[in-house]
């Protein structure tokens, strides 16, 4: 299943929040490119973040990430080739 330019967006935006503090959160300036500040709206519209600049992640945007971090680090991961 391809992955859509616009959900490939959102998935930057969410990398840049720090998972490790709730209280960091981030702001997309409007001389941001027009893709970025489009998935923020869109993470916004979701209810994955408190404000449509940014702002902190909400609860489901906390488990959205946490799952999006873990995968990212698992397909990072490099493995041995099989036999």
């Known amino acids: 299943m391809p992955i859509p330019e616009i959900i490939n967006a959102e998935i ?3 990398t840049l929040f720090n998972l490790d503090s709730a209280m960091e959160g981030i702001k997309v ?3 941001a490119d027009a893709d ?3 998935a923020i709206k869109r993470l916004y519209d979701k209810g ?3 404000q449509a600049d940014g702002g902190y992640l909400t609860d489901l945007g906390i488990h959205c990430a946490e799952h999006l971090h873990t995968a990212l680090r698992i397909l990072n991961t490099t493995t041995p080739q099989s036999a």
């Open 12 to 14: 930057r935006v969410l």
């Open 29 to 31: 300036h409007q001389s």
């Open 36 to 38: 970025t500040l489009a």
């Open 48 to 50: 994955l973040v408190t």
